[in-house]
């Protein structure tokens, strides 16, 4: 069993905040909303957090709030809360490509601008507390805590595949532009985006990256992961197949970080905001900066 399938104690705050999210945006009443965190609680005492990860609760509490909200097993609870990130990111997309065309290094200015859009994150903040608009406009003023931007370009330079798992709703228009970037400059490169099989928190699906014209610069798939983040164990063999031949992997956001650091080997570059202080000990970077981290090397203990 990986040494890190299994969930601290410091994090079960947050799982009852994604609870207390979830029964909003199903629009639970009081008593199923009680219901949802009992089974989140459930869960957690039966298994003591030992074997599974925080992406398995959330997942069977949003198969719970389905259920109980009695709208329908296709019942997508935040894709009124995508549509808005991704519109609101396609708002800004004009400006943001025009920043990054007239920057004297545009692939490193398009890297801060995807792991910038890392903002737009309401797993892990409570539904209705993230202000968009205010984070859209302050997006260049992020600070980076580790920036393997030198070797990430060695490595595209010499890479023929390019495997790159994306994360929420919203923050893929920035990875749109990111890749546009990456197409310009190296033409021959083939590009597999991966976005969710189910969805599940704000994390895109495939409807979600035709909205954002994510297929419109790579080929989109489905990941098979059901999860907000990425089980090897837990996803597709078309996935693990791409996962396994690739040469440069980008693995977007904190949920993908979690489940796939201690797999990464040197092809992996994670790119996200730090949002919490056991992240900020896994990656040695201070709460609230960014990073493009390569994986397998230097990797915190």
């Known amino acids: 069993m990986s040494t890190y399938r299994q969930i601290p104690a410091e994090c079960y705050p947050c799982v009852f905040e994604q609870m207390h999210s979830l029964a ?35 997942r069977s509490a949003t198969d719970r709030a389905i259920a ?8 997508d609870p935040y894709q009124a809360i995508k549509k808005l990130s991704n519109d609101m ?15 004297p290094d545009p692939l490193q200015e398009a890297v801060k601008i995807a792991a910038a859009g890392n903002i737009i994150d309401f797993g892990a903040k409570r539904h209705g507390s993230l202000d968009i608009e205010k984070e859209l406009r302050t997006i260049d003023e992020r600070a980076f805590g580790r920036f393997d931007f030198a070797e990430f370009s060695r ?28 197409r310009r400059t190296h033409p021959e490169l083939q590009i597999t985006c991966a976005v969710r099989e189910q969805p599940v928190i704000n994390d895109a699906v495939l409807p979600d990256a035709r909205n954002a014209g994510l297929h419109e610069v790579a080929e989109v798939i489905s990941s098979g992961s059901i999860y907000p983040g990425t089980l090897l164990d837990e996803t597709s063999e078309v996935f693990r197949k791409l996962f396994s031949n690739a040469d440069v992997i980008v ?3 904190q949920g993908n970080f979690e489940t796939l650091l201690d797999v990464a080997d040197e092809r992996l570059f994670f ?15 201070p709460k609230g900066e960014l990073v493009l981290m390569q994986g397998g090397r230097n990797r915190p203990a």
Request: aromatic share 6%; proline share 1%; with cysteine.
């Open 155 to 182: 490595r595209l330079k010499m890479a023929a595949r390019l495997l790159y798992i994306c994360d929420n709703a919203g923050e893929i228009v920035f990875d749109r532009l990111f890749i546009e970037e990456i």
């Open 89 to 103: 990111a396609l708002h800004y997309a004009p400006e943001f490509r025009n920043k990054i065309r007239h920057s």
């Open 24 to 58: 909003r945006v199903t629009e639970l009443d009081a008593e199923n909303g009680k219901l949802l965190f009992e089974h989140a609680m459930r869960h957690l005492l039966d298994t003591g957090g030992k074997g599974i990860v925080v992406q398995h609760i959330i």
């Open 68 to 75: 109980l909200s009695g709208k329908g097993a296709d019942f």
């Open 271 to 285: 790119i996200l905001r730090i949002k919490c202080d056991r992240m900020s000990r896994l990656s040695s970077v």
């Open 251 to 253: 693995s977007k956001g």
